[in-house]
């Protein structure tokens, strides 16, 4: 049996990952610092594995993005430049590194985006400085491959939600902080509740679970390719408020929007036909239900 190593094992991902790949070695900032070269080194050496799939990454939403571009950018540049050269020199056979949407072009001319269209434009400001910490990842992944022949890939999915996200409001991302400011106004008797931007922005929405199957589905398969990971529901901001208020009984709040705050990229949906065609049996679970079963979660932990 090969023995795989996953990083960002406490993450929103590595979470539902190890309910379903529960002989793997979890290990998270508290393990090692993957920001530290020798700690990179210590952990190939102590672990010895031979495939790494690679979660760990500093992640938020838009408007922690737009504070921190510094800490956005040199963290992941960091962590996923030393990982990989790790790798490499450590004779690690299988390495599947995740990527995000948003290192897409902001500006394409063709939806949704395919994978060959990564490099026609720079990503959109807001994220700028993480999504090109993650598509400088891509490079190097390939980079590799060429160089050296081996058989690194990635997977680049949509936005993601699940019981192990953050649910703040600043650091965290747009499903779970909408979840959280529900469950938060129901808890206060609000009338309403009040979203960023104006609500017209489209985005994908795939539960954390689901993205955890495809990379189990990739690594047991042995599958090389390199892919967009996604649902094919795509709505706007506003549509997607509304499913989640009738997911959590919450039909009586209105949807208020700060348009004094930023949108974010107002398109991003990735084509999913790679994906489709691997697994053409895989089922994504519906944003409405995921949404219900996040929102339950939070209900029976308070």
Known sequence: ??????????????????????????????????????????????????????????????????????????????????????????????????LSSCIYPDEIDKYPINEKNLFEGAPHQDLFSYAYAKRCMAIQIEAYNSKHSTNYNYLVPCNLYGEFDKFGEIEG?????????????????????????????????????????????????????????????NYTVKKIAEIALEACDANHLQINFDASKPNGQLRKDIDINTMKSLFPDFKPIKLYEGIKQVYKNIMDAQ
């Open 173 to 233: 991302h747009f499903v779970g902080a909408l979840i959280q400011k529900i469950y938060n106004a129901k808890k206060n008797n609000n009338k309403f509740i009040t979203l960023f931007g104006d609500g017209s922005p489209f985005r994908q929405f795939m539960h954390a679970k689901d993205l955890a199957e495809i990379i189990k589905l990739t690594i047991t398969k042995k599958i090389k390719k390199s892919f967009n990971v996604a649902t094919e529901e």
């Open 1 to 98: 049996m090969r023995k795989m190593l996953v990083t960002g094992g406490t993450g929103l991902v590595g979470g539902y990952l190890k309910k379903i790949l529960p002989d793997a070695i979890y290990v998270s900032s508290s393990d090692y610092n993957l920001l530290n070269q020798n700690d990179v080194n210590h952990m190939l050496k102590d672990i010895q594995p031979d495939v790494i799939i690679h979660l760990a990454a500093r992640v938020g939403g838009v408007h922690h993005n737009i504070l921190e571009p510094v800490k956005y950018f040199e963290e992941n540049i960091l962590m996923n430049t030393l990982i990989i050269r790790e790798t490499y020199k450590n004779n690690v056979n299988s390495f599947l590194g995740i």
